[in-house]
């Protein structure tokens, strides 16, 4: 689920933005940025001090698209299949389940978490291009909650391995948006599971 407290997570940046400065060039054609970790969030289930660190989840740092940072009249719609947001990742041996095997249920945490990233990036091109939302309200995130998250396990994925989630707009439609996800090795040629989540847009806070 998308947390107030994690809303500011992704800013909307504009070209020259000095948020634009830090990215990743290693596996991407059009390089990513990096996008910076909540820092105040202590009980939250990734983020939090209970599940992060050596042994445990050791790295899952985010990359979001350009297009979803920038507002430009070259990006006034989502098209279907559009990459949002990558996560480099890494599990370590404390959150097994077979021997040397991650536990599907922390693949199942890290799908929900990065699809929840992915939301984020969708609502700020839908905010930045919208003509009915202008000013400090079109800043204004939209909390969300998850509907459906449906997990394929296709290969193990070893305890210390370095991998990907990559992050896709479906479809938008009203209140609801719709993602799938892959969780891959660094060179993308195996796929160890794949993901589809439905998020839906909350009228009020909870």
């Known amino acids: 689920d998308v947390e107030p407290s994690l809303m500011e997570r992704w800013p909307i ?24 970790a909540p ?14 660190g050596p042994g445990l989840i ?11 940072l920038i507002t430009t009249k070259e990006k006034e719609s989502l098209s279907s299949d559009d990459e949002i947001v990558y996560f480099d990742c890494q ?12 536990h599907g249920g922390i693949v199942s945490l890290l799908f929900d978490e990065a699809c ?3 939301y984020e990036g ?15 309200e079109s800043e204004k995130k939209i909390m969300a909650v998850t509907g459906n998250l449906n997990v394929n396990f ?39 599971a794949d993901a589809t989540c439905l998020y839906i847009m909350l009228r009020s806070r909870l």
Do not use: C
């Not at 820092?39 to 992060?52: E, Q």
């Not at 050791?58 to 979803?68: L, V």
């Open 13 to 36: 940046a504009k070209r020259g933005d000095s948020a634009m400065n830090d990215h990743d060039t290693t596996d991407q054609a059009q390089p990513f940025i990096k996008l910076p």
């Open 39 to 52: 820092t105040d969030a202590p009980n939250h289930a990734v983020y939090g001090s209970s599940l992060l």
């Open 58 to 68: 050791e790295r899952f740092d985010a990359y979001g698209n350009p297009s979803s």
């Open 91 to 102: 599990i370590g041996s404390q959150l097994t389940g077979h021997a040397g095997i991650v």
């Open 116 to 118: 929840g990233w992915g």
């Open 122 to 136: 969708v609502i700020n091109i839908i905010q930045a291009n919208s003509n009915s939302v202008s000013g400090s």
């Open 154 to 192: 296709r290969q193990p994925l070893q305890a210390g391995e370095r991998f990907r989630i990559r992050v896709y707009h479906t479809k938008t439609h009203g209140r609801k948006v719709a993602l799938r996800a892959s969780l891959e090795s660094v060179s993308g040629d195996v796929v160890y």
